[in-house]
């Protein structure tokens, strides 16, 4: 799996048009009464802009996960890495996104698809934990 990053643009724009009744994934309700607002997804991905990146997702290995090819990844450099999460990894001269495993000193790197092995890290590593996904952000 490869990572393409970009950093976030600023918008200066007051957001897109959010329409505050909820979308009706049933039967469909009557839209009479709904109510429509200006929503910003920089103040609902971004937490840290400084430290802040996107990557797009390239490979399989952690579909499990919800992460497709092609996805965007919100990436937040300033978390602390933690037990099960899904960080963005610098393993041996190549990115990489994998659930986080730590247990009693070690580190591992789960991948969420059974056809990509687990991998422990050692002190041979030339490892670094570069930050913590947020978000995705899929098409459809």
Not at 48 to 63: C, D, P, W, Y
Not at 91 to 101: A, I, M, Q
Not at 115 to 137: L, Q
Request: hydrophobic share 40%.
């Amino acid at each position: 799996m490869s990572l393409q990053f970009f950093t976030p643009k600023t918008s200066d724009s007051n957001g897109a048009i959010f329409i505050d009744t909820g979308i009706s994934a049933g039967f469909p309700s009557p839209a009479d009464d709904f109510r429509e607002t200006r929503i910003s997804l920089d103040e609902e991905l971004i937490v840290n802009k400084e430290a802040t990146f996107f990557a797009r997702v390239s490979g399989q290995s952690m579909i499990g996960a919800g992460l497709d090819d092609n996805d965007l990844l919100v990436i937040d450099r300033s978390l602390e890495p933690e037990h099960n999460k899904i960080a963005v990894c610098f393993l041996d001269g190549e990115f990489t996104v994998k659930r986080l495993k730590v247990k009693n000193g070690e580190v591992w790197l789960q991948p969420e698809n059974p056809d990509y092995p687990i991998i422990k890290i050692t002190e041979e590593n030339n490892f670094v934990i570069w930050g913590i996904v947020t978000n995705v952000i899929k098409k459809v």
